[in-house]
């Protein structure tokens, strides 16, 4: 389901749009449906329905500490809950600055991977 069709099943915040229809915009006279979604529904999708990314760490911290979290294990993940690719990013860098490896959506992600599993959450 892409993001557009997600955005559809709640109230828009623009236009009142009820879940399951279309967005509209005013004409001289009422309102027309349109084909495109308004973003603040996008958004208010998005807060309202929180993903899981998965954050991985270099293979150096095999060998040092890390310097923001002296448990980390390169051969885990820590899983990060946020509503976008972006809100997630942020709340990684403000917990372990720039060192980590990689911040994968939970559809590239490959646990099987990571044998340590869930080091620790994010919410």
């Known amino acids: 389901m892409t993001t557009h069709e997600q955005a559809l099943t709640i109230i828009c915040p623009v236009c009142n749009a009820m879940p399951g229809r279309a967005c509209t915009q ?3 006279t009422s309102r027309k449906p349109v084909p495109w979604v ?3 529904r ?3 999708w998005q807060q309202a329905n929180p993903q899981d990314f998965f954050l991985t760490f270099g293979i150096e911290y095999r060998e040092k500490p890390h310097p923001y979290w002296p448990e980390c294990d390169p051969s885990g993940w820590v899983r990060v809950t946020a509503p976008t690719f972006e809100s997630a ?3 990684v860098k403000a917990r372990f600055g720039l060192e ?3 911040l994968y ?3 590239n992600f490959d ?3 990571f044998p340590a599993g869930e080091l620790m ?3």
């Open 111 to 113: 646990r099987a991977k």
């Open 105 to 107: 959506p939970e559809p």
């Open 89 to 91: 990013l942020d709340k």
């Open 38 to 40: 308004h973003l603040p």
């Open 121 to 123: 959450a994010l919410p």
């Open 42 to 44: 996008e958004f208010a």
């Open 100 to 102: 980590w490896s990689q």
């Open 26 to 28: 005013p004409t001289d």
